[in-house]
């Protein structure tokens, strides 16, 4: 049965086909690389646990997983009187907190959708050329052909710049900058510009990115059609390409929202606003009420993650 | 545009006009704006300090430092562009360990959250013990990504004291949860036409599994893998901020000592790292060809 020559000749003919597979030197170089660099990172970690010894590491943890439990529990030991504990914290600071960040989160999401909807055509391959979706629109000098070759790839880089810097980053430059306080005295209040910007800035270049694509997936018949006609760009891009990639935008923007308001929350670890700023203040001093903000933060994550995935589903 | 007659009505049809969405957005923003006191004086530097500050940062960003502005730097420290290179370093290496984590814990979760590979024929008791696991790993996975990576990397580094493996984990755990998600998602969205071929012939479930599912899902795992490694990244430079030493930790202390000119250059640095990795990811995108690009969200 091995040898009978039916068998070779298939397993020659299988052979023959992985031969032919389609090879690219683009992506084995691509892997190499990859293997080599994470092979490097673990051998030039140094001692990979830290320098203090098990015993050390074991007792530190263990103390740790302590101070977590709340503090009326840890002298009594009834769960019970963590329930007060926790509405105390959520009725004192956390529930405004919480509030703040999903605000924050949620201007700052529209705020960058409300800047790269007009963005758009400037970033779209087919619109932003000189002969829109390939047809030639008959009218513009010399500088609207240049004008129209650059501004394409102009944009998508911006967009490329602006998702490349963390959030978290700008949020602390802008916060020296613009200042983290307004009003004086009494009427003295932290200013959530700082949060709301940085998280804006960096879902510009991500929302760009995102129905950019969209609209370069998007079927070109109708927008066609209304250039050849003898529409504007942005007529066409209001009239055709909007109202088509709609519901895919709103999956996004929502998908989008959800990230916002978990990195809302970790932005207030520059002290100010949302639950972050909880979070760091109790950090090293009472790490129960932390942990509880922990909680708290990521129940609200959960239920945002919870809220999008079903719009999104409705939508699709 | 709304009322086709005979049209079936989806969500987006019932919302009916696009414009009430809109318009319900803006007053939303209006609403947001309001109650967190966004006036256009919060926009701009305060006083006169504030200003001076934003003009230097804004004018240093024309003159990156070529070297240390701190007059108290040893003579035999690094040069400046050197100490820049190893911070990206660092950076990419925290993030390179942290993908090596993430992505097996994240193929097993997928798998595990996945039911394209579930047998077609199973008795009651199997059934309940799939739909168990399923759960049990979705709401696993979802608990990991809820805790943002810098308060991993806080918890972690409280409860095991500094060390690299801290900071790996920190990003690999909220990472796997997304990528878990994710890969559990693009299996099931998989044609299963293969698999149920395969099964109808006799094979197991594991095995429908790595012939019939994985591999058509293969080249979409990589790329959004790809461009998860891209997101670790920027993860990774944040992670400076709560002590770890990447390029982060020395934006933030030049920052703190007003060396703008040095803080533009670890800025460039990080910018030209970020945008050189997203080419490459463009390039792998471009030459796997797969079906879905990352349009999956997440």
Redesign the interface.
Known sequence: MENSPVRTERIERVLELRRQRPRSWFLRVSWLIALAMIAWAWASSGPLLGRLSAERRRQNFLNFCGELVPSPVQKSGNWLEAFPWAWELLAEDGFIALLITVGIATAAIILAGAFVLPLLPLASRQLARPGPFGVWPGRGGRIGRIWWRLIGPATRFGFVLCRAIPEYLIAFLLLSLIGAHRGTGEFRYENAWPLVLALAIHNLGILGRLWGEVVENADGAAPTHGIASGGSRSGVYATRVLPAGFNRFLIYFFYRWETCVKDATVLGMLGLLTLGKLIALSKGFFWDEMFFYILLGSAVILVGDLFSTYLRKRLR | ?SAHVGLPR???GRLGA?RW?VVG??I??LI??W????TP???????AR?WE??GN?FAAALSPAMDYQDPDTPDDANPIWLKGLLGLFHT???A??A??IAIPLALVMGFLGASAWWPERRGPLLGVLLRGVFITCRFVM??AR???E??WA??LL?????????G?MALALPFSGTLGKVFSELIDEEAREAAQALQAVGHGPIQTFLVGIFPGALPNLITYSFYRFECAL??S??LG?VGIETI?LY??LS?EEFFYHE?WTY?YF??AL??IV?L?SA??RR??NPAT?W?T??
């Open positions: 545009m989806s969500l987006a696009r969405v957005i803006a939303t923003f947001c704006a109650s967190l006191g966004l004086a919060g926009l701009v530097p305060p006083d504030h500050r934003t940062f990419l290496r925290y390179f360990g993908m090596s979802s608990l809820s805790i943002h810098l308060i806080l918890l409280s409860a095991f004291g500094m060390s690299p493996l801290a790996m920027r993860s430079a944040v901020f982060g934006i933030q920052h803080v800025l990080l910018l970020i945008v997203d490459w390039g792998i030459h796997l690009e349009r969200v997440r």
